[in-house]
Protein backbone atom coordinates (compact mmCIF):
# COMPACT_ATOMS: atom_id res chain seq x y z
CA UNK A 1 0.00 0.00 0.00
CA UNK A 2 1.43 3.44 -1.51
CA UNK A 3 1.00 6.85 -0.96
CA UNK A 4 -2.05 8.27 -3.09
CA UNK A 5 -3.58 4.60 -2.80
CA UNK A 6 -7.33 4.86 -3.47
CA UNK A 7 -9.62 3.70 -1.10
CA UNK A 8 -12.27 3.79 -3.38
CA UNK A 9 -14.55 6.40 -1.86
CA UNK A 10 -14.53 9.96 -2.30
CA UNK A 11 -15.56 12.43 0.11
CA UNK A 12 -18.40 15.36 -0.28
CA UNK A 13 -16.49 17.54 -2.54
CA UNK A 14 -15.99 14.60 -4.95
CA UNK A 15 -12.25 14.18 -3.88
CA UNK A 16 -10.96 10.53 -3.76
CA UNK A 17 -10.15 9.83 -0.17
CA UNK A 18 -6.61 7.99 -0.03
CA UNK A 19 -4.41 6.66 2.33
CA UNK A 20 -2.94 8.47 4.37
CA UNK A 21 -5.33 11.96 3.83
CA UNK A 22 -5.94 13.69 7.21
CA UNK A 23 -9.28 14.52 7.46
CA UNK A 24 -11.11 16.42 9.97
CA UNK A 25 -14.81 16.45 12.03
CA UNK A 26 -15.83 19.60 13.64
CA UNK A 27 -17.35 18.72 17.20
CA UNK A 28 -19.42 21.08 19.25
CA UNK A 29 -18.46 20.48 23.16
CA UNK A 30 -19.02 22.20 26.30
CA UNK A 31 -16.33 25.01 26.19
CA UNK A 32 -16.66 25.39 22.30
CA UNK A 33 -15.98 23.74 18.94
CA UNK A 34 -13.20 21.52 18.39
CA UNK A 35 -11.76 19.65 15.26
CA UNK A 36 -11.03 15.95 15.65
CA UNK A 37 -8.26 15.03 13.08
CA UNK A 38 -8.15 11.34 11.68
CA UNK A 39 -5.31 9.73 9.21
CA UNK A 40 -6.78 7.41 6.91
CA UNK A 41 -4.60 4.24 6.68
CA UNK A 42 -4.82 0.52 5.50
CA UNK A 43 -4.91 -2.58 8.18
CA UNK A 44 -3.64 -5.27 6.99
CA UNK A 45 -4.44 -7.25 10.10
CA UNK A 46 -8.13 -6.52 9.68
CA UNK A 47 -8.24 -6.06 5.58
CA UNK A 48 -9.44 -2.51 5.74
CA UNK A 49 -8.98 1.31 5.62
CA UNK A 50 -9.97 2.77 8.74
CA UNK A 51 -9.31 6.44 10.34
CA UNK A 52 -6.82 6.36 12.89
CA UNK A 53 -7.14 9.51 15.22
CA UNK A 54 -3.76 11.36 15.66
CA UNK A 55 -2.81 9.89 18.99
CA UNK A 56 -3.78 6.65 17.58
CA UNK A 57 -1.49 6.98 15.05
CA UNK A 58 2.19 6.52 16.75
CA UNK A 59 1.18 3.69 18.87
CA UNK A 60 -0.38 1.81 15.98
CA UNK A 61 3.07 2.00 14.18
CA UNK A 62 4.71 0.92 17.57
CA UNK A 63 2.23 -1.85 18.46
CA UNK A 64 -0.08 -2.46 15.10
CA UNK A 65 -3.59 -3.07 15.96
CA UNK A 66 -2.73 -4.64 19.42
CA UNK A 67 -4.85 -1.63 21.35
CA UNK A 68 -6.96 -0.69 18.61
CA UNK A 69 -10.79 -1.04 18.96
CA UNK A 70 -11.99 -2.74 15.47
CA UNK A 71 -15.65 -2.43 16.29
CA UNK A 72 -15.53 1.69 16.70
CA UNK A 73 -17.29 3.70 14.13
CA UNK A 74 -13.94 4.86 12.58
CA UNK A 75 -12.82 1.78 11.57
CA UNK A 76 -15.79 1.60 9.53
CA UNK A 77 -15.38 3.99 6.68
CA UNK A 78 -18.60 4.78 4.48
CA UNK A 79 -19.30 7.95 1.90
CA UNK A 80 -21.62 8.66 5.14
CA UNK A 81 -18.40 9.53 7.04
CA UNK A 82 -17.34 11.89 4.55
CA UNK A 83 -20.34 13.34 4.47
CA UNK A 84 -19.17 15.07 7.75
CA UNK A 85 -15.69 15.02 7.49
CA UNK A 86 -13.18 17.85 6.08
CA UNK A 87 -10.03 17.32 4.19
CA UNK A 88 -6.96 18.71 5.87
CA UNK A 89 -4.11 17.18 3.67
CA UNK A 90 -1.69 13.96 3.18
CA UNK A 91 0.43 13.09 6.27
CA UNK A 92 3.10 11.56 3.71
CA UNK A 93 3.25 15.07 1.63
CA UNK A 94 2.90 17.09 4.47
CA UNK A 95 4.27 14.97 7.99
CA UNK A 96 3.89 18.12 9.60
CA UNK A 97 0.19 17.40 9.76
CA UNK A 98 0.95 14.57 12.41
CA UNK A 99 1.88 17.25 14.91
CA UNK A 100 -1.53 19.00 15.16
CA UNK A 101 -3.95 17.94 18.15
CA UNK A 102 -7.44 17.93 18.65
CA UNK A 103 -7.86 22.17 18.66
CA UNK A 104 -10.37 24.63 18.18
CA UNK A 105 -10.95 25.58 14.48
CA UNK A 106 -7.98 27.53 13.30
Not at 11 to 40: A, H, P, Q, W
Amino acid sequence: HTQNEWTGLKDSTGKCVNVDDMYFEETEIDEGDIRLFFVIKWIPEWAQYAALSIGEIPDYDDNGVTNLDQDRETFRLTADTFSKWHFKGNVKANPELLKLDNTQPE
